[in-house]
């Protein structure tokens, strides 16, 4: 029989036996549990997504928890390691890190959390890929740029090598407002130069950038030429306008008095029915507050230049006659003209180190004289025929009081061989180009003739014994010129190339390069600030008439060559120190409009309403009267016998059965009409 006591021992055995499994389940269980939570307390990336290529070196982590009492962040380049990053972010829930490597590799990350419950930590670990910077560049579109302050310029950068093609933009002056890769750069109220910079997200050590020149925008300028004139009842004249500061060179014409027909920047004048002081104005279509205006006093006929003071003879002195009326091209003072705003591009297309040449002096070279000569006639010099052979249908072809020796250019020497004269009786003023005398008879490839009390325009596009058009004479140096202490007029000079084109006042191009900037009658001028102290008086004298009245391009020919008379006292070695003289010394004058075939002016020839004669049969040694009744002519010639002439009427004694014509011409054409007087 057993004993109480060891029954109460075995009881005991047999409930531990049968509790032992209980416990060991309800251990498992809470193992669980705890697993369960720890598992649910683990923070979780949120962005960059795993996975993916990193945009750039640096890079925000963005992650979510529950429960979590504290974070931690590693980032390596081998799995768990923190070479690249490693920091305890206390509660944050996000961390940028830097200095990934841009090498395409990948990257590591280990998110670990602290349970809040229980203190227990948990970890997530995430691969990413390296962006791959390797290539990258960025380039900003324009390069450059040119604005005015204020202004705006539109950039664009284009970033390749990388699949993060983000930018961002800074400027070293201004403001600019980018949106990704464009970017609107404003200018500051400061002229200067400025760099905008485009700086890569992937690769902050890759950029691009752009210059912009930032200048005050130019004030708009007008000028007018001439500034004043005195015309007679009924006479023309012609304005020319130029405006600077802006790529708009329009402008509109008004006029207080009398009539203007307008071709572009030029402006025909043509004075009222009454004698007063009337306002010429040009005014800018760019801004219409900046105008120029210039004065005309008209008058009735009063006393017309008289070229009776003249001497006779080859190279005969004027005697202080100057050709044409003041307001005439050639003698206007330009000396306060604007500038052309492409003086320094032509100045430099010239060379900008190329001497000024006198093209005449003293003496012989190669046989011939040493310029272009000139002669001076009067009435009782008889008139001839001259036969125009090259360019007829531009020429004037009058009777012309040439004398059978009248000196050529070049003689004998073939060249332009021009033949100037003056004829002091009636103040006109024939030009022959290429002028020839054989078998008793004067020949040319053109001829022209030039009103010295009007000086007359030429019709458009036509030539003259000059490639631009213009009269030789007005623009010679002439040693009586000198003399007198001034030379009151520009003067002629030549450059090697020009453009098909043409500038007031001259009529006609003869382009030779497509390439060059210049036009025919295009005028340069000294600059103010050029001492000339250093030189001879005579040399003085030529280089302040180039300061105030210019030179005045006609011709192609050798650069800065400037034109002047053949005379036995100039002293050839004292006019070769003007070589010393550059190009840069000069700048252009401002031009007006440039006309080439697409604006030649257009306008009214003259009209020609009547040509009679007193008579149209007569005997032998009874005198006619011719009248006629023109308008808008700016020069008349009557052939044969007669030559130039003036006013409405002229008398003469025909000495033969002839068909007389009379030729009206003005800048727009020609027009002819005839009358017949037979003699018997």
């Keep these: 029989m057993m004993s109480p006591s060891f029954l109460v021992s075995l009881q005991t055995s047999r409930n531990a036996r049968r509790t032992l499994p209980a ?44 429960g979590v009492s504290d974070y931690t962040l590693a980032v390596g380049s081998t799995p768990g390691g923190s070479d690249i990053f490693s920091a305890d972010e206390g509660t944050k829930t996000s961390a940028t890190v830097s200095n990934i490597p841009a090498n395409g590799k990948p990257v590591y990350v280990k998110l670990s959390s602290k349970s809040s419950r229980n203190g227990a930590w948990s970890s997530r670990s995430y691969t990413y890929t390296a962006a791959s910077t390797v290539g990258v560049s960025v380039s900003v579109s324009p390069k450059t740029a040119s604005i005015n302050t204020g202004a705006t310029e539109s950039l664009n950068a284009t970033v390749s090598g990388t699949t993060n093609t983000g930018v961002t933009w800074k400027t070293t002056g201004g403001s600019i407002a980018g949106a990704g ?32 020149t ?29 405006v600077a500061g802006t790529s708009n060179t329009s402008v509109n014409w008004t006029t207080t008095g009398g009539t203007l027909s307008v071709a572009g920047n030029s402006a025909t004048y043509t004075a009222p029915a009454t004698t007063g002081t009337f306002v010429v104005t040009a005014t800018s279509a760019a801004d219409s507050s900046k105008a120029a205006s210039a004065t005309v006093t008209v008058t009735t006929a009063g006393t017309p230049l008289s070229c009776a003071p003249m001497s006779l003879g080859q190279g005969a002195s004027l005697n202080g006659v100057r050709p044409f009326p003041a307001s005439n091209a050639w003698n206007q003072d330009i000396s306060a003209a604007a500038v052309d705003p492409n003086s320094a591009t032509i100045i430099n297309y010239i060379g900008s180190t190329v001497g000024l040449h006198p093209d005449f002096g003293a003496g012989l070279y190669n046989g011939a004289t040493m310029g272009i000569p000139y002669v001076i006639v009067d009435s009782t010099q008889p008139e001839v025929n001259v036969a125009v052979t090259a360019y007829p249908g531009e020429s004037d072809i009058p009777p012309m009081p040439m004398p059978p020796d009248a000196p050529i250019e070049g003689y004998p020497n073939p060249g332009d ?33 030039w009103d010295l ?29 000198v003399a007198t202490g001034a030379i009151n007029h520009a003067i002629r000079f030549t450059v090697p190339s020009t453009k098909s084109a ?16 210049i036009p025919m009658g295009m005028r340069m001028r000294l600059k103010a600030g050029f001492d000339v102290s250093s030189y001879s008086a005579t040399n003085q004298v030529i280089l302040n008439a180039m300061k105030k009245y210019g030179l005045l391009l006609a011709d192609n020919g050798t650069a800065i060559f400037i034109s002047g008379t053949p005379d036995v006292r100039w002293s050839n070695d004292d006019l070769h120190l003007l070589t010393q003289v550059k190009a840069s010394s000069f700048e252009v004058v401002a031009m007006g409009t440039v006309y080439t075939s697409s604006n030649i002016p257009q306008g009214a020839a003259p009209s020609i309403s009547s040509v009679n004669a007193s008579a149209s049969t007569v005997s032998a040694g009874t005198p006619v009267t011719l009248t ?35 030729t009206a011409t003005n800048q727009y054409g020609r027009t002819t009409a005839t009358v017949i007087v037979n003699v018997q």
């Excluded at 200048?215 to 130029?242: D, E, K, M, N, R």
């Excluded at 308008?631 to 008398?651: E, F, K, M, N």
């Design 23 to 66: 416990l060991t389940a309800l251990l498992l269980l809470s193992l669980l549990i705890l697993s369960a939570c720890s598992s649910s307390d683990a923070a979780t990336m949120i962005s960059p997504t795993p996975g993916t290529v990193l945009s750039a070196t640096s890079v925000t982590f963005n992650w979510k928890g529950s």
């Design 214 to 242: 930032v200048t005050a925008p130019a004030q708009v300028a007008v000028s007018i030429s001439p500034q004043t004139a005195s015309l007679v009842i009924g006479t023309l004249q012609t304005f020319t306008a130029s």
């Design 628 to 662: 006629w009744n023109v308008s808008g002519a700016s020069y008349l010639y009557i052939s044969p016998t007669v030559g130039p002439v003036r006013g409405t009427s002229l008398t003469f004694t025909p000495t033969s059965s002839a068909t007389y014509t009379l």
């Design 181 to 212: 890769d464009n970017a609107t750069y404003t200018a500051p109220s400061t002229a200067g130069t400025y760099t905008i910079t485009a700086t890569s997200v992937a690769d902050a050590t890759k950029s691009g950038s752009a210059t912009v």
């Design 453 to 481: 009390q009007n000086g007359e325009n030429r019709p458009y596009t036509w030539t003259s014994a000059d490639a631009a058009g213009l009269p030789i004479f007005p623009g010679l140096v002439r040693y009586d010129d």
């Design 502 to 517: 043409f500038v007031s006042p001259a009529s006609h191009s003869a382009g030779n390069n497509s390439s060059s900037p």
């Design 417 to 449: 061989n021009h033949v100037l004269l003056l004829d002091k009786s009636n103040c006109f003023e024939y030009d022959l180009y290429q002028g020839a005398y054989s078998g008793g008879s004067w020949s040319a490839a053109s001829s022209a003739i």
